[in-house]
Every structure is written in C-alpha cells, then in structure tokens.
Nanobody, 118 residues
C-alpha cells in the first residue's frame, strides 16, 4: 500500500503561482510513476501532468504546457507541481496519483483545492 498526501493548494490571483507537493509513504520501495490530476465542479477529472520514476519522461496537458512543471525527489518520496501564470480555469481540486510502470493509477491522495481568482 502507498499513501499519498497533497499540500500547497490555496487561493491565488490570476497570474500568480503555487507549488503543490505530494508525499508518499508506505510501500515506497517500488518504482512508481506519478501523476497530477484535477477535477473542477461539474467536469470530469483530467490528467494534468505525469512523470516517470526516473524523472526522465514527463507529460503535460496541452493547456498547462509552458506554465506547469512536474518534478520529483525520490529521496524525499515527494513529487511537485509548480504552477505559474495561473488562470481562473485552473481552479479545481488537484490530486496526485501513483502507478507502477505499465499499470494504471491505483493510489490516490485526498486532493488539495486550488482556486484562482480573476
């Protein structure tokens, strides 16, 4: 089992920045790819960014490319999402998730609210 805890959400004005963190505990000896997802009210959950175990491979949703950066520190069992130039449409609950290579996301955090005011 892997437990994930997100932090760093909050209220920010458009154009501002936030850094989300996700700390993993439990069976962290396995190599997990990590992802950030978000879900806005009335909308489906979407994948925002993902990173491989080594950090050598990343993915970004088109609408966040150039503004968000995903990174990880395996020594700290932590994955980050640096969000710059935030827009009101980025408002959502952000979740981190973990999956084994080639698998589906099986572990999820509780989510952290990000609200961007115009």
């Amino acid at each position: 089992q892997v437990q994930l805890v997100e932090s760093g959400g909050g209220l920010v004005q458009a154009g501002g920045s936030l850094r989300l963190s996700c700390v993993a505990s439990g069976r962290t000896s396995s190599t997990y790819a990590m992802g950030w997802f978000r879900q806005a009210p009335g909308k489906e959950r979407e994948s925002v960014a993902a990173i491989s175990w080594s950090g050598g491979s990343t993915y970004y949703l088109d609408s966040v490319k150039g503004r968000f950066t995903i990174s990880r520190d395996n020594a700290k069992n932590t994955v980050y999402l640096q969000m710059n130039s935030l827009k009101p449409e980025d408002t959502a609950v952000y979740y981190c998730a973990a999956r084994k290579a080639g698998g589906t996301y099986e572990y999820w955090g509780q989510g952290t609210q990000v609200t961007v005011s115009s």
